[in-house]
């Protein structure tokens, strides 16, 4: 039961270019959604969140769009760069009202290679 | 402000005997997550502890795995009697509030040979 899926498994983007990684779920009892990144060997790297009650969420290169009704959310970075190579997980959290408060329930990630 | 640390980051260990994977919290945080990433998979949530109390652990296998936080010290993720299925990457997490960005550690690498 895969309640936040991530369908492209890699992303190839020149540098200086738009990447558009795409997270869809299916649980509606998840309200606040989050990106991260993650390099060979690391731990994952915190980069953006988003709360249910806003539809975007900007911070320097890094924008989070959710669409609710689709159940569908979307990290974009402009402009890419080299260094952002790495593989992007989505995350998601339910509520307090969930049994599940708390714990993240990530997507399969997605790999992203940005050439120079 | 150190950021979560794991240890060890690589262990081996033989089918049947013990692994024990430490992690101290990011400082000021008390609530502590357990994650594990098999090859190719995304992470999975084993477990939620918060200062010496197991909150959930609905994603801890039934047997041979447990978990604790204990009032003094770092939180241990003890696998009884490993298997080579349990070979994986095992993320530890923490925040300051329940519902809030989770910090992760750079993971421990468990091998069982």
């Known amino acids: 039961d895969q309640q936040v899926k991530q369908n492209s498994p890699s992303l190839s983007v020149q540098e200086g270019r738009i990447s558009i990684l795409n997270c869809d779920y299916t649980n509606s009892m998840f309200d606040y959604f989050l990106w991260y990144k993650k390099y060979p060997a690391e731990g994952p790297t915190f980069l953006i969140s988003i709360s249910s009650i806003k539809d975007k969420n900007e911070d320097g290169r890094f924008t989070v769009f959710l669409n609710k009704s689709a159940k569908h959310l979307s990290l974009h970075i402009v402009p890419s760069q080299p260094g952002d190579s790495a593989v992007y997980f989505c995350a998601a959290s339910a509520g307090a009202g969930g049994t599940s408060y708390g714990k993240l329930t990530f997507g399969q990630g997605t790999i992203l290679t940005v050439h120079p | 402000n150190a950021g979560v640390m794991q240890n060890p980051r690589h262990l081996v260990r033989r089918r049947g005997q013990e692994a024990r994977l430490r992690c101290s919290p990011m400082?000021?945080?008390?609530?502590v997550y357990w994650y594990r990433q098999l090859p190719e998979e995304g992470l999975k949530f084993m477990v939620y502890l918060q200062k010496e109390n197991i909150i959930d652990e609905s994603g801890m296998p039934k047997e041979r795995f447990s978990a604790e936080f204990p009032k003094e010290g770092p939180s241990i993720l003890r696998i009884q009697q490993v298997v080579r299925g349990d070979s994986a990457a095992y993320f530890c997490?923490?925040?300051?509030?329940?519902?809030?960005?989770?910090?992760f550690g750079a993971g421990t690498r468990l091998s069982v040979l």
């Open positions: 400082k000021g945080h008390s609530h």
């Open positions: 997490a923490s925040s300051p509030l329940r519902g809030n960005i989770q910090y």
